[in-house]
């Protein structure tokens, strides 16, 4: 048997369903349903009692589990200790949100391609929404987003969310002077307002923090890339809401100012996100400390 085939094995303990655990290691259903008959016959004993669609655990398969899950474990711990000590080999496939994969990533990821270069890891950028589904549908072991992830709906959903930062939404404009003072929402209902897509945890936490208001924000255009957001408040006079991150030089350098918008509070998390099914993971373990690490040197 494979290190793969335990995980299989375990996965579907947690899901009890060959269809969702086959959705989660990219296989057919068939094939998980094969590998358990093969690890009955292997075993001569039953594992899992039929109803319906779903499988129930017998309690030698609990057993088993409780066994294969050091072994999977183990396994990923070893691959720690081959080569020199401390090195980690392996791969790592994530999911970020633009303003986290833009702006707080990159650097990140350079300082760890530089700690550990055996480890590869590749990284797409998405909205809120299309990461938290390609983490639940297993293409990737760990989602980093900015929208606003209740921890009952992350356990609802079999994740584990732990708050990576504090972040602070901010409305900016080239106009110096319209950001001259504090302004009310009504003030500014006026402006060509550029918003990020359906989606995007950006947009959602700016509205869910207007409340009721929402509605009478007029959206002049949407688009999916903060950059591009960026070079019509620059060049065009419109109106956006950005992650200070993602405008610290403009606001810096005086290209772009923030607009204090009274009665409305901005502040925000960032979130790491993973799948509770998925077995632990030395390198996954590794890169999450090394971000929260290099957080905390930075904030």
């Excluded at 349903?33 to 309690?59: A, D, W």
């Excluded at 270069?117 to 299309?130: A, C, H, R, S």
Aim: with cysteine; proline share 3%.
């Amino acid at each position: 048997m494979k290190i793969r085939d335990l995980e299989i094995f375990l996965d579907l303990l947690h899901t009890k369903s060959p269809t969702l655990t086959a959705q989660n290691f990219k296989i057919t259903q068939p094939n998980v349903s094969v590998l358990i008959r093969n690890i009955e016959k292997m075993l001569g004993i039953t594992l899992f009692e039929r109803l319906g669609k779903r499988l129930i655990p017998t309690t030698r398969a609990l057993y088993l589990g409780s066994l294969w899950v050091e072994v999977v474990q183990s396994y990923y711990s070893s691959l720690e200790a081959l080569g020199e000590e401390g090195v980690l080999i392996g791969e790592i496939n994530l999911v970020a949100t633009h303003t986290i994969g833009e702006y707080f990533l990159p650097r990140i990821l350079f300082d760890f391609a530089k700690a550990y270069p055996k480890v590869k890891v590749n990284l797409k950028i998405y909205n809120t929404q299309e990461c938290l589904n390609l983490l639940k549908n297993g293409s990737v072991e760990l989602a980093l987003v900015e929208g606003e992830i209740g921890l009952e709906y992350a356990q609802s959903e079999g994740l584990i969310r732990e708050v990576l930062c504090e972040d602070r939404l901010i409305v900016a404009s080239n106009d110096f002077i319209l950001a001259s003072k504090p302004r009310y929402i009504d003030e500014l209902l006026d402006k060509k307002w550029i918003f990020r897509e359906y989606g995007s945890g950006l947009r959602d936490s700016f509205l869910n923090a207007l409340g009721e208001l929402k509605k009478e924000v007029p959206i002049f255009l949407e688009l999916d890339r903060t950059t591009a957001i960026k070079d019509l408040v620059v060049n065009k006079g419109a109106i956006a809401v950005f992650s200070e991150v993602a405008i610290e030089q403009e606001l810096k350098n005086g290209i772009l100012f923030s607009i204090e918008i009274v009665n409305l509070n901005l502040e925000r998390h960032f979130y790491s996100l993973k799948r509770k099914s998925h077995p632990i993971n030395t390198i996954l373990m590794r890169f999450e400390e090394f971000i929260n690490e290099s957080l905390q040197n930075k904030y």
